[in-house]
């Protein structure tokens, strides 16, 4: 009889941590994203020529890199991990910035703001779609040359 109160406990703890792992990995901005340039608006231009997105994102923080080429041709790459707590924290190859906030609007849109000096540049609004196959995010602010950026970068989900 004890063994089969020991089996019973350990079953409901293996599924509460199977649920719990399952719930993490189910974060829809959870994921690796391509920029798809053709669904993609940007002003001013040019466009990147490619983009790969990899977003960790969890109850409390979310991660970001990302590596791709630019109008240019020069290559990329943006780096940071930052809370949901409206702390600024770093972040690299972001040209217009060197730090960042990050705010959940909820599971499906993040709000990050980008600065410079501690002073907002771009605010990035990234929503995943219902489906969880599309991200898009709507770049608005400055530029590191003073212009206005407003992007509307699309990626799909690989």
């Known amino acids: 009889m004890q063994f089969k109160k020991v089996a019973v406990v350990c079953a409901v703890v293996c599924a509460g941590l199977m649920f719990s792992a399952a719930a993490k990995a189910a974060d829809p901005q959870t ?4 920029l798809n340039a ?3 608006l940007y002003s001013p231009g040019p466009a990147p020529k490619s983009i790969l997105l990899t977003v960790w994102a969890e109850e409390k923080s979310v991660k970001i890199h990302s590596e791709g080429i630019d109008g240019e041709g020069k290559a990329t790459k943006v780096d940071f991990t930052a809370n949901f707590d409206g702390k600024d924290y770093p972040a690299t190859g972001i040209a217009a910035g060197d730090m960042v906030s990050v705010e959940r609007v909820d599971a499906n849109i993040l709000r990050v703001t980008m600065k410079k000096g501690g002073q907002a540049v771009m605010t ?7 489906d969880g196959k599309m991200r898009t995010s709507t770049f608005v602010g400055k530029d590191n040359a003073g212009h206005d950026v407003k992007n509307i970068a699309v990626y799909d989900k690989e």
């Open 31 to 34: 994921g690796t994203w391509k």
């Open 38 to 40: 053709a669904k993609s």
């Open 124 to 130: 990035v609004t990234s929503v995943v779609s219902a």
